[in-house]
């Protein structure tokens, strides 16, 4: 088992390997103790030290495990990154950013339209440490650099959007983060690093809920940064030492196990969420649906400029929250609760789940309705999946 590095994970080797290659070989080699193919859980709080001084590469779990030290490396490789540090949640890896690299006085941009649990942190807890925040629709370019300030150090993006599914231009935020003395973090978690590489595009952190695609079947909580300097590394590492906020060996092993099948999964994912889309959009009782790969998207350009496919993460209208509730009580193949990404597909009301801390107010002002609804189209049999929704569907 390899020991742990300093940046908290490793380089991508010389010579370029495939994506598929790359989530089922790189930091998952045999256990060099036992030959056992797949890395084994090191269930440990603590490791013996041969002399004081003297240790293999590990003291304490809290600081280091080599369970986490393969996902670490693995995680860093599929983002092209040069380190990879996870944590308890995808929130977690969230407070990390924050709690790293800013300090009283700092202005942190962020896109209007994300996550609901990112904005109710940022207004909630670090604007009680003197952080500023601003909000900006950041698929314009021209709000992002009307919000840049001289205080700005974060430009936070999440592409496409939750639930909206609203792009950003990652290159062209990235060129004015740059430009003003800021750093993006981009949010890949709806894309996967499948379908989407933020770094290759001139980002300098990715953060993804690990819970989601890249973990894959429902069963796991974690979160991970994916950066690219050395300082982004120690100043990660240092952070799960100090907050212990670290994920655990067997959720790491979950992750591992969940990214082995990553690149098949992401097809089916992809395959399945166009067919849903077209059949949404074609139902009559459907009043909208919200969706990158529609050729008449007003971003479907970029989203294929950026993306390699436009994953599974869909919402649609269904014109009231009278009509969202009587639709969603009838689903049986499609399962309703929070969460995407599983191997299953769920389907949530954001109004009243992932985007009920933002209250009526801030819903209205990013155009999220009571009526919409997100589905995250899994890998069942597709026509199960229309047979469910045509069903539930007609009780409107």
């Known amino acids: 088992m390899a020991k742990k590095k300093s940046s ?6 010389e010579k370029k390997i495939g994506f598929s ?6 930091g998952q080699e045999p256990d060099p103790s036992t030959g056992a193919v797949v890395v084994p859980i090191f269930a440990t709080s603590t490791y013996v030290q041969e002399e004081l001084g003297k240790n293999k590469g590990y003291e304490y779990a809290r600081v280091s495990n080599p369970t986490r030290t393969c996902l670490e490396t693995n995680l860093a ?12 949640s995808g929130m977690a890896a969230v407070t990390a950013v924050t709690q790293c690299f800013l300090k009283q006085g700092d202005h942190l941009i962020c896109g209007h339209n994300v996550y609901g649990g990112v904005p109710r942190y940022f207004n909630q807890v670090m604007a009680n440490y003197g952080v500023e925040f601003s909000y900006v629709d950041t698929s314009d370019l021209d709000a992002v650099k009307k919000a840049m300030r001289r205080n700005t150090r974060i430009l936070w993006v999440e592409t496409p959007t939750n639930p909206l599914m609203v792009l950003t231009d990652i290159k062209e935020v990235a060129r004015i983060a740059h430009d003003g003395g800021a750093e993006l973090v981009v949010d890949n978690t709806f894309m996967s690093p499948y379908f989407q590489r933020p770094l290759a595009l001139g980002a300098d952190m990715v953060m993804h809920s ?6 894959g079947h429902s069963d796991g909580l974690g979160g991970v940064i994916a950066a690219t300097k050395p300082i982004h590394a120690e100043k990660l590492a240092f952070m799960q030492k100090t907050s212990g906020a670290i994920l655990s060996p067997f959720e790491c092993w979950l992750v591992l196990r969940g990214v082995k099948s990553l690149a098949v999964r992401m097809v089916k994912h992809d395959e399945n969420g166009r067919e849903v889309a077209e059949y949404l959009r074609g139902h009559r009782k459907v009043k909208q649906v919200l969706y990158p790969g529609f ?9 294929k400029k950026q993306m390699t496919g436009f994953g599974s993460m869909i919402t649609f209208e269904t014109g009231s929250l009278s009509n969202a509730k009587k639709m969603l009580a009838k689903v049986r193949v499609c399962t309703l609760a929070e969460s995407l990404g599983g191997v299953e597909t769920l389907i949530s009301h954001p109004a009243t789940m992932t985007h009920a801390a933002l209250g009526e107010k801030g ?8 009526g919409m ?3 995250s189209v899994g890998i069942e049999d597709v026509d199960d999946l ?6 539930a569907l007609a009780a409107i």
């Open 8 to 13: 908290g994970g490793s380089k991508r080797t």
């Open 21 to 26: 290659t790359t989530c089922i070989h790189t």
């Open 77 to 88: 490789a599929l983002e092209g990154g040069t380190s990879a540090h996870v944590f308890a």
């Open 210 to 215: 690990t819970t989601k695609f890249l973990n």
């Open 295 to 303: 050729s008449d998207h007003p971003q479907h350009a970029l989203a």
């Open 363 to 370: 819903r209205k002002q990013i155009g999220l309705t009571d």
């Open 373 to 375: 609804v997100r589905i």
């Open 386 to 391: 229309l047979a469910d929704l045509d069903q």
